[in-house]
């Protein structure tokens, strides 16, 4: 994976950045937001030049320059702006909250004792806390008292907004030597998933016929790999519980559905684009799994257009 080291490149090769930099910059250096606000899309390694601290509840594995890690459950996470990470969700994620601010901020109004000491700040830690579901609320409960006060028009909000981010500073540094760090998994298992979800996304999104997907069985992906497709089925199997068919035929479907409602080409066209030899094929394969043919699944979707009734 591609590395970025600036602001400036960060931006121009990731949308969800840009849109989250731009929420931070437009209120003084400091923002959150809840999951539903963001982009949810997978966001490639990279630096940024802002600190990040995000409530995940769900399931993923996250990559932290070379250490990777299995997240499962409720977690806290603190980002360095000089640290690369990379996230792969392999769930749908319950609400979580992320918080952003930059360099001026926490000069201008954190304490800088309690700073430099927290996990923002310490180098070489993996700044990753698993929290119980009592602690879980605690947090979600700070979160969502920043998110209601940035909301609202109080002259020195930003400074209750500082105060905020320190007790979360504070929650982290009281846990920090009582909880033990996640575990770093280095099993072969995760870097296999890992490399299996970036080829399967690469395929995706498809906007024309005259590049139809390539990989289409686990065994083509395998092969891809320069892995048994075995050890591929066993590492998918272990940490998503579905098989390797059962993903890529879920984001088939997915990908049939956006071309089916946004594009115009006809059912043979979508066929082929996703890697089905004839029509009938993936006819049948679009009702297996979305339960209506794809003609009816069209015009389910499709926008009802009202002519103006002659007065």
Not at 53 to 77: M, P
Not at 80 to 85: A, G, L, R, S
Not at 127 to 155: A, C, K, N
Request: glycine letters at 2%; one cysteine or more.
């Amino acid at each position: 994976m591609q590395e970025i080291t600036g602001l400036k490149d960060l931006v121009a090769t990731n949308t969800a950045c840009l849109a989250e930099y731009r929420l931070l910059a437009e209120v003084n250096h400091f923002n959150v937001f809840n999951q539903s606000e963001i982009c949810e899309r997978t966001r490639p390694m990279h630096r940024s030049d802002f600190y990040k601290i995000s409530l995940i509840r769900g399931t993923g594995i996250l990559q932290i320059k070379d250490e990777y890690i299995k997240i499962d459950g409720n977690v806290l996470i603190f980002f360095n702006p000089t640290i690369p990470y990379y996230w792969q969700s392999l769930s749908e994620e319950r609400p979580s909250y992320y918080c952003y601010f930059d360099s001026y901020f926490q000069s201008k109004l954190l304490n800088k004792d309690y700073f430099q000491q927290s996990a923002l700040f310490t180098p070489g830690s993996i700044p990753v806390f698993s929290l119980t579901d009592e602690l879980t609320e605690e947090i979600r409960g700070i979160f969502e008292d920043m998110h209601e006060e940035i909301q609202g028009d109080y002259h020195h909000k930003y400074d209750i907004l500082a105060t905020y981010l320190q007790l979360l500073l504070q929650k982290a540094f009281k846990f920090q030597n009582s909880s033990r760090r996640t575990s770093a998994n280095k099993s072969a298992s995760i870097r296999i998933l890992s490399n299996f979800f970036n080829l399967l996304e690469k395929q995706f999104p498809i906007d024309s016929v005259e590049h139809p997907i390539r990989l289409k069985t686990p065994n083509d992906f395998a092969q891809e790999l320069a892995i048994h497709v075995n050890y591929l089925n066993a590492a998918v199997k272990e940490l998503t519980g579905k098989k390797t068919s059962e993903i890529i035929a879920s984001r088939v479907v997915t990908e049939a559905k956006a071309l089916l409602k946004h594009s115009n080409a006809d059912v043979a066209e979508i066929a082929y684009m996703l890697g089905f030899d004839y029509p009938n094929n993936f006819i049948t394969f679009f009702k297996r799994h979305a339960k209506e043919t794809p003609k009816s699944f069209r015009n389910n979707e499709s926008i009802p257009v009202f002519k103006p009734q002659n007065s």
